[in-house]
């Protein structure tokens, strides 16, 4: 079992990298780094831990990516708003898409679709501004 401590550090690692994504790979170089060796499963296990706590949203962008997690909790513990991404289908850099014209569209696909929109599993594919200058 996680201890508190780990879980603390674990969760001041997350909040610091907010609005980033980070892979299980990440979180175990960082305590590495810093001198701490916690095994790739036991953070797996931590984050989906998070995800299942509504702390960490887990993304999967494509079969050829690893899963990366989000911290979307805020200094008290409640959830920020959701955003959704866009994936570069050149270079493979991902976007944070934080926008308001989004409420709009999931809004249309209630009202007129019947469709319930998930932010965490929505990536939208394309071409970066600098992969499209090239």
Do not use: W
Request: glycine content about 8%; hydrophobic content about 30%; aromatic content about 8%.
């Amino acid at each position: 079992m996680y201890k508190t401590k780990q879980r603390g550090e674990l969760i001041e690692f997350l909040e610091t990298n907010s609005g980033k994504h980070i892979t299980v790979s990440d979180v175990c170089e960082h305590f590495k780094a810093g001198g701490k060796n916690i095994g790739t499963a036991t953070v797996y296990r931590q984050l989906e831990k998070m995800v299942d706590d509504g702390l960490v949203n887990k993304y999967i962008v494509d079969i050829n990516s690893p899963a990366c997690f989000e911290y979307i909790a805020n200094d008290k513990g409640h959830r920020k708003e959701q955003c959704y991404h866009c994936k570069c289908e050149k270079c493979g850099k991902l976007i944070h898409l934080h926008c308001d014209d989004m409420v709009g569209l999931q809004k249309h696909l209630l009202d007129e679709h019947d469709f319930v929109l998930n932010p965490a599993r929505t990536v939208f594919y394309g071409l970066c501004s600098e992969c499209a200058d090239n």
